[in-house]
């Protein structure tokens, strides 16, 4: 079946430390996106990617990287320089990512915790 | 710049009763609007979707009509299940954002045996 794979499920961080969460898609979908989700409140913008080998800041960016080498893959680093990243983290897609009536997919989310 | 306002929750309801969720938006243009569901732990699953004026959606005995005289897209259903209780999220979408989508906060349902 075709979906959006995120690993891992939990992960800690410990002061100082960068960590990759992991997003796969099969669905050969164009657009990527990073949200990051508080308890309470809605999804935030983290990256997004219409196409391999480019990706935008979303609004907030902030303390945080992404690549897009390849279509199926699009890798979030949270690094040190974020200050607060204890979130649950979802990855998204859409087929076409500029159609205003493409809905998003959701890959199951990876919650971050720190030690 | 775009935003989208849901009624707070969190909201209980009794099985069979009638659930509305309120949500009102603001944008530019015309934005496609959805309604997403997400089970605990898990990610945002669509629930529906209406992309022009008027247009109603529906899926699962939910349903939610575009009203862009209100800027509106509130979700209904008319005899709520304990399945039902989830967070749902209204969310509108504008292509020439770059195809970025705008959440709601979310509204947390309980629904009660």
């Known amino acids: 079946d075709g979906g959006i794979t995120q690993s891992p499920k939990y992960l800690f961080r410990k002061e100082g430390q960068n960590v990759t969460l992991s997003c796969e898609q099969n669905?050969?979908?164009?657009?990527m996106y990073w949200y990051r989700q508080d308890p309470g409140q809605g999804l935030r913008l983290i990256y997004y990617s219409q196409i391999v080998n480019d990706f935008q800041k979303g609004d907030i960016a902030e303390g945080y990287s992404v690549s897009r080498e390849k279509k199926e893959s699009f890798p979030l680093t949270v690094t040190s320089a974020q200050k607060n990243p204890t979130a649950f983290y979802l990855c998204?897609?859409?087929?076409?990512?500029?159609?205003?009536?493409?809905?998003?997919?959701f890959g199951s989310g990876t919650q971050l915790s720190v030690l | 710049g775009d935003s989208v306002t849901q009624m707070e929750g969190p909201v209980t309801l009794s099985e069979e009763a009638f659930l509305t969720i309120n949500c009102t938006y603001t944008a530019t243009g015309y934005p496609s609007l959805f309604w997403y569901v997400q089970y605990p732990g898990e990610g945002l699953q669509l629930l529906l979707k209406a992309t022009k004026a008027d247009d109603k959606g529906s899926n699962k005995g939910f349903e939610a009509t575009y009203r862009k005289e209100t800027t509106s897209f509130h979700l209904e259903k008319g005899s709520v299940q304990v399945s039902d209780s989830a967070v749902y999220f209204c969310?509108?979408?504008?292509?020439?954002?770059?195809?970025?989508?705008?959440f709601g906060d979310g509204t947390t349902l309980t629904v009660k045996p």
């Open positions: 998204a897609s859409t087929d076409r990512g500029l159609a205003t009536n493409e809905k998003l997919f």
């Open positions: 969310a509108l979408r504008r292509g020439t954002n770059a195809g970025k989508s705008t």
């Open positions: 669905l050969n979908h164009d657009a």
